[in-house]
């Protein structure tokens, strides 16, 4: 793929994701969009085909979403606590040319039962305790429905690694390195790929 810039990206896709939000939630973190440049990587890593049904953890105003239902041919469901936000990936989602494979829910991360999907993206959209759940809830959606389940872990933090280290049956089985995209000295410029098949 080529490089373009964020403003290119979301005009070649049709949407505008550009900019930070912030709502005051303690379990939440703020809107900030995943780089282009990340997403192209995750795109050409073969950890994402046309195969997967993705859910977007934090999806904001659907950038990921959009981008990866464009680049690989997925279909995702992209949720958000925030109706603002979720507002505004709909009106993206109208005009986003990969619309139609996208849909968006506002729900609580971790209240939100996993239907089909098989594939998770997680950038830090909300703290430890959320995160411990929505793990819970991944597992008890394998038990109902058993099918291997991708994780995608983007700038993970230190409580995210220690979270899926004490899960029984997430097995970490491959790092998509991403630091050489921002000057190759933060260690955290990287996607974690976890799978689980049951515990």
């Known amino acids: 793929?080529?490089?373009?810039?964020?403003?290119e990206w979301d005009k070649r896709l049709r949407i505008?994701?550009?900019?930070?939000?912030?709502?005051?939630?303690?379990?939440?973190?703020?809107?900030?969009?995943?780089?282009?440049?990340v997403l192209e990587r995750l795109a050409d890593s073969g950890h994402l085909t046309r195969r997967h049904h993705l859910l977007d953890y934090g999806c904001g105003k659907g950038r990921?979403?959009?981008?990866?239902?464009?680049a690989v041919g997925c279909r995702v469901t992209g949720i958000d606590h925030s109706q603002k936000l979720i507002d505004l990936a709909r009106e993206n989602r109208r005009a986003c040319?990969?619309?139609d494979r996208v849909r968006l829910i506002r729900a609580l991360a971790e209240q939100y039962d996993p239907g089909e999907e098989n594939a998770f993206f997680f950038f830090n959209p909300f703290g430890e305790k959320v995160f411990e759940a929505v793990l819970r809830r991944l597992q008890?959606?394998?038990a109902e429905a058993p099918?291997?389940?991708?994780?995608?872990?983007?700038?993970p933090s230190?409580?995210?690694?220690?979270?899926?280290d004490a899960a029984p049956g997430f097995m970490p089985v491959d790092t998509?390195?991403?630091?050489?995209?921002?000057?190759?000295?933060?260690?955290?410029?990287?996607?974690?790929?976890w799978r689980y098949d049951g515990a």
Do not use: Q, W
């Open 1 to 7: 793929m080529s490089a373009m810039n964020e403003r």
């Open 16 to 37: 505008r994701t550009i900019g930070r939000e912030d709502e005051s939630d303690p379990n939440y973190s703020p809107y900030e969009p995943t780089p282009y440049p």
């Open 64 to 70: 990921a979403a959009f981008f990866l239902a464009n």
């Open 97 to 99: 040319r990969a619309g």
């Open 140 to 142: 008890a959606a394998h």
């Open 147 to 155: 099918r291997p389940m991708t994780l995608l872990c983007y700038f």
């Open 158 to 164: 230190e409580e995210y690694i220690r979270c899926l």
């Open 176 to 193: 998509i390195d991403c630091r050489d995209l921002f000057g190759g000295k933060n260690e955290r410029e990287r996607i974690e790929v």
